[in-house]
């Protein structure tokens, strides 16, 4: 029936090979259907049991499958337009053109391979797994891809992934997996990537554009050429047990973004790295070799050493660490500096200590630190134009500057000082330090 309607409904019992062509055609069969050629407009597939594709399988408009087993549709010259299934245990398709998904729903595994371009506009659920990949074309997702217990994998092997507004991926006791092989991986503002039992990884050959991304693990984003931007505002980018990110311009250039994470490994080549965290964390690194960087935390920052670098930037390769409800702390030896800058170093810690334990180390031409408690010791570079530092003692190298009681100061000790600030105390300086006016008095 080339330009008729072929429907064979109820329980058959096809057990060969089928070829059939016409406009719409209709299949039901109560064992499993094996298929070696399909040529129709629409195509409409039921069976109790599984469906083989041995053939290829050819439809300009909609596919609609209702299964109660595996569906393999993996013939290498399949042209699908629009697929729909409501059943399926294990569900692989392979198509050789642009491929739009429709509700998919799949007990096992959900396998979705096209030469092209891939369009998701409603739910794909595959509760063991959902695998959705492209060769040369991009993905564009609108609606939902989510699993019960299985990972899932969006890839666009030379092409962008497009996430939009209304876009979710759940996995339900796996990862996430998204790569863009060409181009961008860009989030809509309302987009949310969850992983729970498993990592957030995201690649892509230029940018990364990050809305929301939660994990019960790590989440870990590379933008190859490119930056990692915010896409959602003032609301949360990131949320898991740590943020690893490597991008080529820039993490946070025009706007920080917003995690809540317990380890933070940041590098980019060139660009600024602007971050705001809320909680405890542990910086594990965060450099640019060209650029500024601004750390802001709400609770406590553990530095390592060599931890916070920035080199070269706009400000010189400033850098901001501004701590609040926290301390600042380094960890291990000071004998490498915890954070070094180009430019500016300004560690404000107005509600907390600044060096506990084994004291913090500055290596910056200017270094301002500011907190409530001096819990260690102060190092920082003999080169350092100026320090203010509101409490307790600093070193200038290895040599210890210290305020004592005001009742055993000895005022030789200021001979060399040139800048000092202690709380809101005056304190007399040599005769060759004083001014006229100071003398009058």
């Known amino acids: 029936a080339e330009n008729g309607d072929v429907t064979l409904a109820n329980a058959n019992q096809l057990r060969d090979d089928v070829a059939i062509s016409g406009n719409r055609v209709e299949l039901h069969n109560a064992s499993t259907l094996t298929l070696v050629e399909i ?6 597939l039921r069976t109790q049991r599984g469906i083989e594709g041995d053939g290829p399988i050819t439809v300009g408009g909609l596919t609609d499958i209702d299964a109660g087993g595996d569906v393999l549709l993996d013939f290498v010259t399949n042209d699908f337009n629009q697929l729909r299934v409501t059943n399926a245990v294990n569900l692989t398709v ?10 998919i729903n799949a007990s096992g595994t959900v396998v979705v391979r096209s030469t092209n371009t891939v369009t998701l ?41 497009n996430l939009g507004e209304d876009a979710k991926i759940v ?42 991304v939660v994990s019960s693990g790590n989440v870990n984003i590379n933008a190859g050429s490119g930056s990692v931007s915010d896409g959602n505002g003032g609301a949360t980018n990131v949320a898991a047990g740590g943020l690893q990110s490597s991008s080529n311009t820039g993490f946070g250039n025009d706007d920080a973004l917003e995690t809540n994470v317990g380890n933070i490994d940041i590098t ?49 390769g400033s850098v901001n660490i501004d701590v609040s409800q926290g301390s600042v702390s380094q960890s291990g030896s ?52 100026k320090i203010e530092y509101f409490s307790g003692s600093f070193k200038f190298d290895d040599q210890l500057l210290a305020v004592e009681p005001l009742e055993d100061i000895n005022p030789a000790i200021f001979a060399n000082v040139k800048s000092y600030f202690f709380n809101d105390i005056s304190l007399l300086l040599p005769r060759d330090q004083l001014y006229d006016e100071d003398e009058e008095e």
Do not use: C, H, W
């Not at 040529?39 to 409409?44: D, I, K, Q, S």
């Not at 392979?94 to 509700?103: G, T, Y």
């Not at 790295?273 to 802001?296: P, R």
């Open 121 to 161: 506009n409603d739910n794909v659920t595959g509760a063991n797994g959902v695998d959705v990949s492209s060769g040369a074309g991009s993905i564009n997702q609108n609606g939902t891809i989510s699993t019960n217990s299985g990972s899932v994998v969006v890839s666009a092997g030379n092409g962008e992934v």
């Open 334 to 385: 000071t004998s490498v500096p915890a954070v070094k800058g180009g430019g500016v170093v300004v560690i404000n810690a107005p509600d907390g200590a600044i060096g506990e334990g084994g004291g913090l180390r500055v290596d910056a031409p200017f270094v301002e630190i500011i907190a409530a408690i001096k819990a260690g010791d102060i190092f920082v570079n003999p080169g350092a134009d």
């Open 268 to 316: 980019t080549n060139t660009g600024n790295v602007a971050v705001s965290n809320s909680g405890n964390v542990t910086v594990d690194n965060v450099s640019t070799g060209q650029g500024d960087i601004s750390l802001v935390n709400q609770g406590d920052v553990e530095l390592g050493g060599g931890s916070v670098v920035a080199e070269n930037g706009a400000n010189g």
């Open 39 to 44: 040529n129709a407009e629409e195509l409409y």
């Open 94 to 103: 392979v198509d050789q053109n642009a491929i739009e998904l429709l509700d």
């Open 171 to 212: 996995s339900n006791g796996g990862s996430v997996n998204i790569n863009a092989g060409a181009g961008n991986v860009n989030m809509g503002g309302d987009t949310r990537i969850a992983a729970n039992g498993g990592d957030v990884n995201i690649v892509a050959a230029d940018s990364v554009v990050v809305a929301e």
